[in-house]
């Protein structure tokens, strides 16, 4: 069984312009985490802010055991979506204030990591399959993030 970091934000400040919202009491769906990610990354301010597919460091998803039959003709996919959990992201904020531009914009008007359901979705290339590591290009995620689930992506 894969061990997961717990959940919660990796950065509490509220910018200006910024809002936070309480979140509710339960959940609605449950998900099962099918590997986890690992990538050079372990601090938000390094990681990119999208990945690139062609260029960028070699990451490996690691599939749980479970999942290994799930990867038969994988190899002959060139270019995947990957969707994976950002653990450590807020997910109150509905007006958020990034960094690189200090305009407030609505939550879901952004491609911040900090949502109410922090998924996120990446088209990787697929380097190679050896085992239960998948090697892609791409990725723009913490060391270590919940993977959910990866899919063929068709040109």
């Known amino acids: 069984m894969l061990e997961i970091a717990p959940a919660g934000p990796i ?6 312009g910024e809002k936070a919202v ?6 609605d769906a449950g998900l099962y985490f099918v590997g986890r990610i690992r990538t050079p990354w ?27 039959e799930a990867l038969v003709g994988l190899e002959d ?4 979506q990957v969707l994976y959990w950002m653990n450590r992201s807020r997910r109150d904020l509905v007006l958020q204030s990034p960094r690189h531009d200090g305009a407030t914009h609505g939550t879901f008007a952004l491609r911040s990591p900090v949502r109410p ?11 190679g399959v050896e085992g239960l590591s998948v090697r892609v290009r791409g990725l723009d ?4 993030t919940p993977l959910l689930d990866l899919k063929v992506q068709h040109a």
């Open 141 to 144: 995620c913490l060391d270590g």
């Open 11 to 16: 950065d509490d400040d509220i910018r200006p």
């Open 42 to 68: 372990t601090e938000r301010r390094s990681c990119p802010r999208r990945g690139d597919a062609q260029d960028g460091p070699i990451c490996t998803l690691e599939i749980d055991p479970r999942w290994a």
């Open 117 to 127: 359901n922090p998924i996120a979705s990446s088209v990787v290339s697929l380097v």
């Open 22 to 27: 309480g979140l509710p009491a339960g959940f």
């Open 77 to 80: 996919c060139p270019r995947l």
